[in-house]
């Protein structure tokens, strides 16, 4: 199972921990938003995956970048209309035949699975801090 715990620090500011490490989100823009952080997470999932395809097909792909763009819809419920993911290999040259099934396998990372699969979110408020009385929203 995975965790995120996210603590209010102050105004529209937030500290997310996972594990030892943390990360400062800021919804006013000051540092990673709230949408920021998500579309790191799927670059960096993404990235994940470039590197085991290059670990398994013995390719030498180091040092590569991706951007992550995503445009707001313009209409309620705001959610992103579309994200774009575009690589820079860092001058790694892949052969025509590769970058297909690189691309396919690129896909799979579990970030983009979810995204694509319109995951069930469920949100319990708790009213003690013993969680025994959650209520489902």
Avoid at 53 to 63: I, M, Q, R, S
Wanted: hydrophobic share 40%.
């Amino acid at each position: 199972m995975y965790k995120v715990e996210v603590s209010h620090r102050k105004d529209l500011v937030f500290q997310a921990k996972a594990g030892g490490a943390q990360l400062l989100i800021d919804a006013k823009g000051s540092g990673f938003t709230p949408l920021d952080a998500l579309l790191a997470g799927l670059g960096s999932c993404i990235g994940v995956y470039i590197r085991k395809y290059a670990a398994g097909a013995k390719l030498a792909v180091e040092n590569f970048k991706l951007s992550v763009e995503a445009e707001l819809s313009q209409e309620p419920p705001l959610r992103f209309r579309q994200i774009n993911v575009y690589l820079d290999l860092g001058g790694a040259q892949l052969e025509e035949r590769r970058l297909g099934p690189l691309l396919e396998f690129i896909k799979n990372c579990p970030v983009h699975n979810t995204l694509k699969g319109n995951p069930e979110v469920s949100i319990k408020v708790w009213n003690s801090p013993s969680h025994k009385h959650a209520k489902n929203l």
